[in-house]
């Protein structure tokens, strides 16, 4: 079972930037759609980024858009997401997830899921 370890995330002021990492523990070409989606209290699980680790295409929510950034690392089976001037809109629990192939803004289609990192932003 490959697993998903989520770092970086902590409290900062809005304007900010925070940069997160996803390290999966073994290579599983299988797996090849790494994505970040994000859980704000009271609110439903909300797809933030996602990255293509064979051909490194990437897409983005509206709310991120020109915000943050994904970027992988193959050698290292590290996906990042870059957050810059952050909002205190952005204040949630962050995750890492995989799926096959196919970038999805669907939770329901990813397999594996970490335990999340919280992101908060004061005003």
């Known amino acids: 079972q490959v697993q998903l370890v989520e770092s970086g995330g902590g409290l900062v002021q809005a304007g900010d930037s925070l940069r997160l990492s996803c390290v999966k523990s073994?290579?599983?070409?299988?797996?090849?759609?790494r994505a970040w989606f994000r859980q704000a209290p009271g609110k439903e699980r909300e797809f933030v980024a996602a990255i293509s680790e064979r051909t490194d295409t990437t897409f983005y929510g509206d709310a991120v858009k020109g915000r943050f950034t994904i970027s992988r690392d193959l050698d290292k089976n590290t996906v990042f997401l870059q957050m810059n001037t952050l909002k205190p809109e952005d204040t949630a629990i962050y995750y890492c997830?995989?799926?096959?192939?196919?970038?999805?803004?669907?939770?329901?289609?990813?397999?594996?899921w970490g335990q999340g990192t919280q992101v908060t932003v004061s005003p």
């Open positions: 997830t995989m799926r096959g192939q196919g970038i999805s803004t669907s939770s329901l289609d990813y397999t594996f």
């Open positions: 073994a290579r599983n070409d299988d797996f090849s759609t």
